[in-house]
């Protein structure tokens, strides 16, 4: 009986464990000089979808939809952040073009994107690059903002200093 129930136990913690989604990377916001300059990079227009994978306060979709005229989604598995992002959105005035998920970044479907940002650690880009790929259309952009994608070749790369004095690099692919 103790052994049934041990068992019982552990197949739950089993569970709970593998159902928890993968922290991709620390929450960290974006500087909006960075943020401008990702969206210049990646050419966001009015006809775009950004979709930020690791979104936090939304700061990168709801500034591609304030200032580029795009729609945006966000997604990010702490639900606090995308209560702020949605808080976010309706004081800048956009939350009619931009959405806010709760979801784990490995799930997303983003067939529907244009262009996906990207601000996690090296080894979670790595991971999303096969759900990029295959998703992704041709002409669909990735912007990673200080972590490239393993050794994907990226089509062109920016170094410079932000507002702070830190030096940022940013990575863009296209997709073929």
Request: charge should be neutral; proline fraction near 6%.
């Amino acid at each position: 009986m103790r052994v049934l129930a041990a068992a019982a136990l552990l197949s739950l913690f089993a569970t709970d464990i593998t159902a928890q989604p993968a922290v991709l990377a620390p929450y960290s916001p974006t500087p909006i000089d960075v943020v401008q300059r990702m969206l210049a990079l990646a050419r966001v227009g009015p006809r775009d979808v950004v979709y930020d994978l690791g979104c936090g306060d939304g700061r990168i979709v709801i500034e591609a939809a304030r200032i580029h005229g795009a729609r945006g989604v966000g997604i990010d598995i702490d639900p606090s952040l995308i209560a702020q992002a949605n808080a976010n959105a309706k004081t800048a005035g956009v939350e009619s073009r931009v959405t806010f998920r709760v979801q784990d970044a490995m799930t997303v479907d983003v067939s529907d994107a244009t262009v996906v940002t990207l601000y996690l650690l090296a080894a979670s880009n790595v991971k999303l690059r096969p759900l990029l790929t295959r998703d992704l259309r041709p002409g669909a952009r990735i912007v990673a903002h200080n972590y490239p994608i393993g050794d994907w070749e990226p089509d062109a790369v920016d170094t410079f200093t932000d507002a702070a004095g830190t030096m940022r690099t940013l990575f863009l692919w296209t997709i073929k």
